[in-house]
T-cell receptor
Framework: DAGVTQSPTHLIKTRGQQVTLRCSPK?????VSWYQQALGQGPQFIFQ???????QRGNFPDRFSGHQFPNYSSELNVNALLLGDSALYLC?????????????FGPGTRLTVL | GQQLNQSPQSMFIQEGEDVSMNCTSS?????WLWYKQDPGEGPVLLIA?????ELTSNGRLTAQFGITRKDSFLNISASIPSDVGIYFC??????????????FGQGTILTVHP
């Protein structure tokens, strides 16, 4: 039973570029949440997708957008990259809009913006 | 964005010693969770707490949900080398449309010397 998978593992971009990160949820899960983890910090909630809609959003600008596909996989898009967007981006999946103790995190995508 | 205040930031202990870390918030949460993150991995759930005053154990780990609902602590007894990692507290206010949106602390880096 595969857990949460994310791709790519690492990514290097330059300021102003756009990036797309991908997440496949754990088998049987249909809800995906995205978090940004800056170096030396705890993860910060970006947004959550369920039934292909954004259900909740954290305090992130509109440059951060997402999508969920019918197979429950999800993408995180970041436009007009800034140096401060350099971070580990974590995806977490769960079944339905359940409480957090059923969430599983993926290994993350390390984004470096130069 | 909001983060919980987690302390200490780091700990250096000898194998066999007990460890204690805590987390405080200016806001009330109705669920507290503790995670461990190893290098190159996403956070893994250790313990979840659902009621004020609740004391829960998971092997050598014990965690408590503060009476005020604004704090929690985690104890690790008889530490072993594999306890090395970063420990995060997280709070959730599950209910209505707000499920799975976690607010994390800054983390406690634990080093165990054999």
């Amino acid at each position: 039973d595969a857990g949460v998978t994310q791709s790519p593992t690492h990514l290097i971009k330059t300021r102003g570029q756009q990036v797309t990160l991908r997440c496949s949820p754990k088998s049987g899960h249909d809800t995906v949440s995205w978090y940004q983890q800056a170096l030396g910090q705890g993860p910060q909630f970006i947004f959550q997708y369920y039934e292909e809609e954004e259900r909740q959003r954290g305090n992130f600008p509109d440059r951060f957008s997402g999508h969920q596909f019918p197979n429950y996989s999800s993408e995180l898009n970041v436009n007009a990259l800034l140096l401060g967007d350099s971070a580990l981006y974590l995806c977490a999946s769960s079944r339905g809009l359940a409480v957090a103790d059923t969430q599983y995190f993926g290994p993350g995508t390390r984004l470096t913006v130069l | 964005g909001q983060q919980l205040n987690q302390s200490p930031q780091s700990m250096f202990i000898q194998e066999g010693e007990d460890v204690s870390m805590n987390c405080t918030s200016s806001s009330i949460f109705n669920t507290w969770l503790w995670y461990k993150q190893d290098p190159g991995e996403g956070p893994v759930l250790l313990i979840a707490l659902y009621k004020a005053g609740e004391l829960t154990s998971n092997g050598r780990l014990t965690a408590q949900f503060g009476i005020t609902r604004k704090d929690s602590f985690l104890n690790i007894s008889a530490s072993i080398p594999s306890d090395v990692g970063i420990y995060f507290c997280a709070g959730e206010n599950a209910g209505g449309t707000s499920y799975g949106k976690l607010t994390f602390g800054q983390g406690t880096i634990l080093t165990v010397h054999p």
